[in-house]
Every structure is written in structure tokens, then in C-alpha cells.
């Protein structure tokens, strides 16, 4: 008893570490006189970030627990080639920002846009645009939102030893609690946070692994021991096809850039100097981090050959090589990558109800008819409301829970790619070709995931993603171009 004690102490003064922090954020947060101001500070921090926390949310956002749970536990089963595929994911923040920070900021204040469906009305100027990817934000950051809780749980419950239902509610009452508390500020610092417990917790646990399998040059030993084609890089029996890869590159490369989750944190940064520093900040930490954790996983089966499923070999290997309270603490670096994902699509969906739907259409964009303090009860309240229902779907866990997690992120970017990248750099952009990107993308995702036809290795976003494309330059030749006044509010003076 004494052990399981040790284990749950440090989670739970991180937990209460992110409550604080979201109270802290809430008395630093700037009095909101307006409801448009309240709109700007709750959901994107009154556009303030510095680099530091700019690269360190849209790294927490983007990592989850595929980052410390399910890429090492493939990395397990594969080997080195794993970590090699794994390592594509290094430009995430460099991409993001450099292809859609500048512009997005300066879009962002010439419309007041506070999220990507503000965005995309003031692109396209059509309201089955917006209500389309407000809709499908809705329902793939629900499925997303529900793979994290579960993954959280049962982490938490292979750690510690206490029931799944325990760690479901802690976890599940933790993130829910500081992100409608706190709103974006909140988010944010516990992003930076929690993204710096993960790049201490994956270090420490590669430490001991290398220690524990007899050094570096013992542990690649011992895998090639057990299976040659461990330490090669296409991994045992071919296993990771070049196809594969090439998939991988679109999946987690350029796909990245149709994740509200993290493209909306281009709007809230404070200047130029903080999108450079984020810039670098963000990719040599990203790299550094997803390095450490995957190799873990690889050099992991060095020590601990006969695991019986991948997905045991984190938690497994933070039990069995560290003390029952050090293991409760580095713990908390995949908790950090769950809770950091979670939180920013919480904050994502409540917008989308707040104010995408309601405000937009409810009130026929009359948000003045709202007070600040409606507007906060409506944003905690839908906050809460979203937690709790994702909360209860993930009390009777479904299997398969990281294909959820890559069927909700491929149906993101099925949706939001082209309609976000193109409606930046392409005048001839219109919602005619919006709207057949995101049907047809839609359709052509869900039929290959579902029916799952031979394509030779190559993953179902791929096909996706040239088949939404080739619909929005369909769509943008036969529809109506683009209205002057939104040309001249886009390029009149980025030229």
C-alpha cells in the first residue's frame, strides 16, 4: 500500500499544480471591459504570447499520448526504424508557424478573428463553410478528446495500481476544471508547463533504459540478438514500407497544418520577434523530446524483451526501472502530453459552440447583447459540459484507441487543410472550392478507412488529401470568385 501511495502523491500535486496555474492565469488576465474583448482574452489569451510559450503550446498541443505511449510502443515492436519514421514530426512548429504564423496574425487582427471558423468566414464569406468545419471540429475533437481520456486512465492505472474509474475522474476533473477556469491563458502556461515535464520525464526514462540494458552499444546488441531487422531501417520483415513513409510525411508533416488544435495558436502570439524564436525554440525541443521517448521504446525491449503488447512498454518500463515515487513523478510527462492535448481542443470546441454557432447565428452576430460575465458562465458552462460528456463515453473504454486517435486526426485535416493553406495563398480560393474539398475529403477518408482497399502501404489520408485538393481547384474554377472587398483584406497590403 505504502508503494501505491508513493506512486499517486506526485500526480497528485502535478494535478493540483495545474489548477493553480489556471487560477493564477485568471487573476492575471485582463479585465474585460467588452464582450468582444472577453471573446479575445478567454479563447486566445488578448493575443500576448512570447516565444517560449508559443513553441512550447503548439508542441504540447500537438503531442499526446501517441507522443509518449503509442509511437514508443511501436517503437518497441519495430525497432530503430520507428524512430527514424518517428522523427518526421521535428518540423511540426516550424512548419506551422513559418507557412501560416505571419499571415494568419495580420488576418487575424484586420477581422478579429479568434478562431479557425472566424477565419474561414471571412475567407469565404459562406455560412455552410463555417457550419461545416465547426460541425466536423466538433465531432473528430469529441472521438480525439475520448481516445486521450482513455489513454490517460489506464496510464495512470498501470502506474499506480488504482482503479481505471480513479484516474479517469482525477484526470478527466483536473483538465476539465483549469480549462474552463482559466481559458486560454490558463491553457497555455499549463501547455508550457507540462511541455517542459515532457522533455524532463523522456530524458530521465532513456537514462534508465541505456543504464538498465548495459549501455548504449549492449542494448543495440541485444536487439540485434533478438531480431536483426530491429535495428534496420524498414524495421523486421520490411515492415515499415517505403509507402508507409511516404504517407507518414503528409499524416504528420504537411497534414499538421489542418489541426485547429495548433494552427490557432498562429493567431495569438505578440510580434515578429516571439513567431522567430518560437520558431527555433520549437523544433529543436520537439525533436529532442520524440527522440528520447521513442528511443526508449526501441532500447526498451533490450531490457524487457517479452512485453506482451507495445503499448505496455512506457508505462511498464517507468514501473519497473524507477521507485515507486520517481515513477509517480515522470508519470506526469505522459499525463503532460495527454492534458496538454486535451485542453486546447476543450478550449477549440467550446468556441465553436460560443462562438461560432451561438453568437454568430443564434444572435445574428450581435454579440453585444451579451454581457462579459453571460459570456464567461456560457464559455465555463460549455466547457464543462463537452468534459463531461466525453468523460462519461470514456467510462465503458472501446478498444482500438489509437486508430481513434488517427481517424479523428485525419479527418481534421481531411477537412481543414485546403480550406486553411489555400484561402492564404490563392486569390482564386472561393467557397465553392471549399466546400467540395471538405465534402469530398470527408467522403473519400471515411470510405478508405471503413472499406480499407489494398493501397500498397499507403495510408488513407494520402489518396484523401490529393482527392480534396483536386475538388477545391475543381470547385474554385466552375464557383463564384472570390469578392473584391476580400481580396483587398487579404492581399491589399501584404503585397
Avoid at 517503437?75 to 518526421?88: C, D, E, F, K, P
Amino acid at each position: 500500500m505504502s508503494e501505491r501511495i508513493a506512486s499517486i502523491v506526485p500526480v497528485l500535486l502535478y494535478l493540483a499544480l495545474s489548477l493553480g496555474v489556471a487560477l493564477w492565469a485568471r487573476k492575471r488576465e485582463v479585465q474585460s471591459t467588452s464582450p468582444q474583448r472577453f471573446i479575445e482574452e478567454y479563447f486566445i489569451g488578448g493575443r500576448s504570447m512570447g516565444g517560449f510559450v508559443l513553441a512550447m503550446t503548439i508542441i504540447a498541443s500537438y503531442t499526446s499520448a501517441s507522443s509518449f505511449v503509442g509511437g514508443p510502443g511501436v517503437a518497441y515492436q519495430l525497432g530503430l526504424s520507428w524512430v527514424l519514421l518517428s522523427m518526421i514530426q521535428v518540423p511540426t512548429t516550424f512548419l506551422t508557424l513559418g507557412i501560416l504564423g505571419k499571415r494568419f496574425a495580420i488576418v487575424g487582427r484586420k477581422t478579429g478573428a479568434v478562431t479557425i471558423s472566424d477565419y474561414l468566414r471571412a475567407r469565404y464569406r459562406s455560412d455552410t463553410v463555417v457550419i461545416l468545419c465547426s460541425l466536423a471540429l466538433l465531432v473528430f475533437f469529441m472521438a480525439a478528446m475520448l481516445a486521450q481520456f482513455i489513454g490517460g486512465a489506464r496510464l495512470f492505472q498501470a502506474v499506480t495500481g488504482y482503479p481505471y474509474v480513479v484516474g479517469l475522474a482525477l484526470f478527466g476533473i483536473t483538465v476539465v476544471l483549469y480549462t474552463a477556469v482559466g481559458g486560454f491563458r490558463a491553457v497555455v502556461l499549463t501547455d508550457a508547463m507540462q511541455g517542459i515535464v515532457m522533455v524532463i520525464a523522456a530524458v530521465v526514462v532513456l537514462l534508465a533504459v541505456v543504464q538498465a540494458g548495459g549501455g548504449m552499444g549492449q542494448c543495440i546488441a541485444t536487439l540485434k540478438s533478438i531480431d536483426p531487422g530491429l535495428i534496420t531501417p524498414t524495421g523486421p520483415k520490411n515492415s515499415v514500407p517505403q509507402p508507409f513513409i511516404l504517407s507518414f510525411w503528409v499524416l504528420v508533416g504537411l497534414g499538421i497544418l489542418g489541426l485547429p488544435q495548433t494552427t490557432q495558436r498562429c493567431m495569438a502570439y505578440k510580434d515578429s520577434q516571439s513567431l522567430h524564436s518560437a520558431m527555433l525554440i520549437g523544433t529543436l525541443i520537439i525533436g529532442f523530446m520524440i527522440l528520447c521517448a521513442h528511443l526508449s521504446g526501441t532500447l526498451g525491449r533490450a531490457v524487457l524483451p517479452n512485453l506482451p503488447a507495445g503499448d505496455l512498454a512506457m508505462p511498464t518500463l517507468i514501473v519497473e526501472l524507477l521507485s515507486p515515487f520517481w515513477a509517480g513523478v515522470f508519470i506526469a510527462g505522459p499525463l503532460a502530453a495527454i492534458m496538454s492535448t486535451v485542453d486546447s481542443m476543450l478550449l477549440l470546441a467550446s468556441a465553436a459552440i460560443i462562438k461560432d454557432l451561438y453568437i454568430h447565428y443564434g444572435l445574428h452576430g450581435n454579440i453585444t447583447r451579451l454581457s462579459p460575465e453571460k459570456l464567461k458562465i456560457m464559455s465555463f458552462g460549455s466547457t464543462l459540459t463537452i468534459g463531461f460528456l466525453v468523460f462519461l463515453a470514456a467510462l465503458e473504454p472501446p478498444d482500438l484507441l489509437v486508430w481513434i486517435n488517427l481517424f479523428a486526426f485525419g479527418g481534421l485535416e481531411a477537412v481543414f487543410l485546403w480550406p486553411v493553406v489555400l484561402g492564404l495563398y490563392w486569390k482564386k480560393a472561393n467557397a465553392a472550392g471549399a466546400i467540395a474539398s471538405i465534402l469530398v475529403g470527408l467522403v473519400v477518408f471515411f470510405a478508405l478507412s471503413i472499406l480499407k482497399p489494398p493501397m500498397g502501404g499507403i495510408h488513407a489520408i494520402v489518396p484523401t488529401t490529393l482527392a480534396a485538393l483536386c475538388a477545391f481547384a475543381a470547385g474554385a474554377y466552375w464557383g463564384r470568385p472570390a469578392e473584391p472587398e476580400v481580396l483587398r483584406l487579404f492581399w491589399g497590403k501584404m503585397q
